[in-house]
């Protein structure tokens, strides 16, 4: 994990690979943004002129590598686009503010040491460039850099491997000695360390990450941050009567497991209960997905990932709210004994779903556990799938839908994931699209009409929530697994989407700002 300080350096000053100072797109050219100014007067006052002859313009996403003055320590001055002047000098936008930091992150992948002078004259601001600076750093290297045994080696060869994260952030601008601004910053880490945790797991390979495997990563970190973890395996399930999980899983050699993990703070007068879908794998199952969808099917625990990460987040942050966990996990596989199309599976809940697609598993797994979460009354319940790729379609790869049973709770799940900044939308659940899910076998089919399926699925999860429990539900298909270049702190592969999300919602329970 790259390190970050609140530097008491000046920017002329810090010993460093290089300085980053941001750069908005101004009507006559760029503009260089507060926190450049010792570089600037290093460059005799014409940075933003150097800049522009270099082509920059401070469009968003912008990034210009340009040899430092002779007035700096750092050899590099690394110019990252903001996008437009503000309308203030000092209202930069905090999302553009941890896209710039990403961005410049992402660029010095193998550097010790970078000095970022972007805006933080504000807690906020501060806050901002250091998620941003240390999402960016991200890189997922585990299975990178093996050693051919047989070739022989060449001592001059200057292959070392993959090239690391960014080592060190050096924040620039703040106020070190401020307890605000530490706190901002100690929250930043923390939580970032849990999201890009939830990427690792992601993108760790489903020969290596499976139920039994992700359930021993929670009981681990459980014991770290003082969280109870109960994990149910096979035996449990069907004494339970899990009749959800245990049907989507049977296919697998791996089985399935419900993993609760509860985070309690002594004071807290509110209780959160998250659940996440957990397909280590998904082929579809007997349903089996075609040629070409198969290969990022790794990604369908993004969910549990988002669920497992904001609990340990809240424990880190001491947050004064309960927060309880569930992840519901299982391989999706066809086999001979696997659930077949037709098959009738009775739930937790006690009701029977007609399973009419096998690859629409994804809701059989968090009715059981939705079910058992609502046992325990908490005060709201918030569930994260990537549930459906009608949802893709609908709202495109880069922001998620939000759905519930009380308008008030939707509204404040998207008013809080486009404050952290998770692009999201509010969707409806139409009463009349129920109707196709009427099965003349069982008390409900998993399949309903094809067009509006995203809320389709909506409309069954919300079948297994208890009677007067809020509940919200996250469908992240589209933003929880990059498959194109990376972009701002965005990283290809798993992005840990909604984490950001959960835990604001958290830190707002804990404080009172939900009712």
């Known amino acids: 994990m790259t390190a970050l300080t609140l530097s008491t350096a000046g920017a002329a000053t ?24 010792a570089v600037d007067k290093a460059f005799d006052g014409k940075l933003a002129a ?7 313009t401070g469009a968003e996403g912008e990034l210009t590598k340009l040899p430092a003055a002779s007035g700096l320590k750092a050899p590099v001055v690394v110019a990252v686009g903001l996008g437009p002047v503000p309308d203030k000098e000092d209202a930069y936008d905090a999302e553009a503010l941890r896209r710039a930091a990403g961005t410049a992150a992402r660029a010095l992948h193998g550097s010790k040491k970078a000095g970022f ?69 100690e929250r930043a880490l923390a939580l970032v360390e849990e999201i890009n945790r939830a990427r690792d797991l992601i993108n760790t390979p489903p020969n290596d990450l499976y139920p039994e495997s992700f359930a021993a990563v929670a009981t681990a970190a459980g014991k770290e941050h003082g969280i109870k973890v109960q994990v149910l395996d096979e035996k449990a399930l069907v004494k339970g009567g899990f009749g959800g999980i245990l049907g989507v899983g049977q296919g697998a050699e791996r089985g399935p497991r419900l993993v609760k993990l509860a985070y309690t703070h002594p004071k807290a007068e509110k209780t959160l209960a998250l659940v996440g879908k957990g397909i280590t794998y998904d082929s579809g199952g007997i349903s089996l997905k075609p040629a070409g969808h198969n290969e990022t099917m790794k990604c369908d625990m993004a969910g549990a990932a988002a669920v ?16 309880t966990g569930w992840l519901a996990l299982a391989e999706n596989m066809p086999s001979g004994n ?37 046992e325990e009354k908490p005060d709201a319940i918030v569930d994260v799938a990537t549930l459906t790729g009608a949802m893709v379609l609908a709202l495109g790869n880069r922001t998620f839908g939000v759905m519930a049973n009380d308008d008030a709770f939707r509204t404040s799940i998207h008013e809080i994931a486009e404050e952290v900044g998770e692009p999201s939308w509010p969707m409806p659940l139409p009463a009349d699209l129920r109707k196709g899910m009427d099965s003349p076998t069982a008390d409900i089919a998993n399949m309903g009409e094809r067009m509006g399926g995203g809320l389709v699925a909506g409309l069954f999860l919300k079948e297994f929530v208890g009677e007067g429990i809020a509940w919200a539900h996250l469908d992240i298909a589209g933003p929880a697994f990059h498959e194109g270049a990376p972009y701002g702190y965005t990283p290809k592969g798993g992005t840990g989407s909604a984490v950001r999300t959960l835990v604001r919602l958290a830190e707002r329970t804990a404080a009172g700002d939900l009712g």
């Open 14 to 37: 810090l010993r460093a690979d290089a300085l980053v100072v941001g750069v908005a797109k101004g009507v006559k050219g760029p503009v260089l943004a507060p926190g450049s100014e």
């Open 50 to 56: 150097v800049l522009a002859t270099l082509g920059a």
């Open 117 to 185: 002078a972007l805006p933080a004259a504000s807690v906020e601001d501060a806050a901002a460039v250091a998620e941003g600076a240390l999402l960016g750093a991200y890189a997922f290297t585990a299975y990178q850099g093996g050693e051919n045994k047989l070739a022989p080696k060449d001592p001059k060869s200057k292959d070392n491997g993959p090239k690391l994260p960014l080592a060190e952030v050096a924040l620039l601008g703040a106020k070190p000695r401020d307890k605000a601004y530490k706190a901002a910053v």
């Open 308 to 323: 497992f990460a904001a609990v340990v987040s809240a424990a880190r942050l001491g947050l004064k709210v309960n927060v």
């Open 338 to 374: 696997a659930t077949r199309p037709g098959d009738v599976l009775r739930m937790y809940s006690g009701k029977t779903v007609e399973v009419l697609n096998t690859d629409a598993e994804g809701r059989l797994v968090l009715a059981d556990a939705l079910t058992r979460a609502s």
